[in-house]
C-alpha cells in the first residue's frame, strides 16, 4: 500500500521561499511518476509540477516555471518542491500524489494522495 506523507509548509511572506516534501513508502516507485497539486479555497485540485521518478523528465505548470522546482531523491524515497519567489496565489493546500507511467495532468490520473500540508503567502 503506497503511502505519502507531506511536509514543509507553512507561512511565508511574498518573495520568501518554502520547500515541501513528500516522504513516500509502501512499494518501489520505478515506473512511476510523482507529482505535486494545489487546491486553494474555493476552487478545483490544480496541478503543478511532476516528476518521472526514473528518469527524471518534469513538467510544471505555467504560474510556477520559474519559481518552483520539483525534485526526487531515489535512494530516499523523497519528493521535493522547492518554492522561491512565492506569491500570494500560491496560498492553497499542496498535496503529493503519484501514479504508474508518464506525467499526466488531471487529478483523475493519480491514484494515491497525501493528505496536503497548507502554504500560506501574506501580502
Known amino acids: 500500500q503506497v503511502q505519502l506523507e507531506e511536509s514543509g509548509g507553512g507561512l511565508v511572506q511574498a518573495g520568501g521561499s518554502l520547500r515541501l516534501l513528500c516522504a513516500a513508502s509502501?512499494?518501489?516507485?520505478?515506473?512511476?511518476?510523482m507529482g505535486w497539486f494545489r487546491q486553494a479555497p474555493g476552487k478545483e485540485r490544480a496541478f503543478v509540477a511532476a516528476?518521472?521518478?526514473?528518469?527524471?523528465?518534469?513538467d510544471y505548470t505555467n504560474s510556477v516555471k520559474g519559481r518552483f522546482t520539483i525534485s526526487r531523491d531515489t535512494a530516499k524515497n523523497t519528493l521535493y518542491l522547492q518554492m522561491n519567489s512565492l506569491k500570494p496565489e500560491d496560498t492553497a493546500v499542496y498535496y503529493c500524489?503519484?501514479?504508474?507511467?508518464?506525467?499526466?495532468?488531471?487529478?483523475?490520473?493519480?491514484?494515491?494522495w497525501g493528505q496536503g500540508t497548507q502554504v500560506t503567502v501574506s501580502s
Open positions: 516528476i518521472n521518478w526514473v528518469e527524471g523528465d518534469t
Open positions: 509502501g512499494r518501489s516507485f520505478n515506473w512511476y511518476t
Open positions: 500524489a503519484a501514479k504508474f507511467g508518464g506525467i499526466a495532468y488531471s487529478v483523475n490520473a493519480y491514484n494515491d
